[in-house]
């Protein structure tokens, strides 16, 4: 029997898309077969829920199952649409002290062999929030912005991961825009690929579909018709999954919707 993979999102900086990423991916390995947790680690600040539109279901959480309030199988939420994704969520109302790296990892290790994934969204900063979320972790996936404050604490956490034995990590590049990068405004995925010198794993484009779909509590994964921001989320699920999946070539994406803009006011109606 194949181990549970247990794997933390996080990237140091805050605002830089995690959440977003882990309720996608997870939803996106559900659809994909897999069975899968998602953790929810940002205590006092959870928004997991919310993006998986699961927030009027929540009972108990993490923290009364650390606190033994409950058993774990109780405070794991089904998602709506897939029967293989559950949440672990995160109380609203206590601080990040309120878990031990101690009590995560016990968590984590007595959830992950039921799920062939368990993802940890990790909360912003390196303090005592994110040494709960890595403390169970055997593998990670940074998420940065092409901004070089980003970048930096994205590069600073690498540092913090491989002291914490976890040397499988992979990279994310949220919120790329193909013209600016054009335009050298903005740093290019070559760029922070040389500065961080770890695999790419995911390239997603800036898009505000993201807020709609975090509005509403609908992954953009689970789209009938995947937008080409869906389907860049949908394949780090699947490299994840062990599939060979290229990268989708985000200027061209830009230079054939321009071509289409043309069209419309060329052609004759």
């Known amino acids: 029997m194949e181990m549970s993979r247990v794997i933390v999102i996080t990237s140091g900086k805050g605002g830089v898309g995690k959440t977003t990423i882990v309720a996608n991916v997870g939803s996106a390995l559900a659809k994909l077969g897999k069975k899968v ?23 108990y959480t993490a923290i009364d199952v650390a606190s033994g309030d409950c058993r ?32 995560m990892k016990d968590m984590v290790t007595r959830l992950a062999p039921d799920y062939d994934f368990v993802v940890i969204d990790c909360p912003a900063g390196i303090e005592m929030g994110f040494q709960n979320a890595i403390a169970p972790a055997t593998e990670a996936l940074i998420v940065t912005i092409p901004e070089v404050a980003a970048v930096r604490d994205a590069d600073r956490v690498i540092g913090l991961l491989e ?50 779909s975090s509005n509403r509590g609908e992954p953009l994964v689970l789209e009938e018709e995947l937008s080409t921001l869906g389907v860049t989320l949908n394949n780090i699920a699947r490299r994840l999954a062990g599939e060979e999946v290229t990268f989708l070539d985000l200027m061209e994406s830009e230079r054939s919707l321009l071509e289409r803009i043309r069209r419309w006011f060329t052609e004759p109606i």
């Not at 947790?37 to 009972?59: K, M, S, T, Y």
Request: charged fraction near 25%; aromatic fraction near 0%.
């Open 37 to 59: 947790a998602v953790v929810d680690a940002d205590l006092g600040l959870r928004n997991l829920d919310l993006l998986l539109g699961l927030e009027n279901r929540i009972v």
């Open 72 to 103: 774990l199988e109780q405070a794991l939420v089904k998602d709506k649409h897939h029967s293989g994704l559950v949440l672990l969520p995160a109380a609203q109302s206590r601080g990040k002290e309120a878990i031990t790296p101690e009590q």
């Open 163 to 212: 002291a914490n034995s976890i040397s499988n990590i992979k990279l994310i590049v949220n919120r790329v825009r193909p013209e600016m990068i054009q335009a050298n405004n903005m740093m290019s995925v070559e760029d922070i690929l040389e500065v961080l010198a770890i695999p790419l794993t995911g390239i997603i484009p800036d898009d505000e579909r993201v807020i709609v």
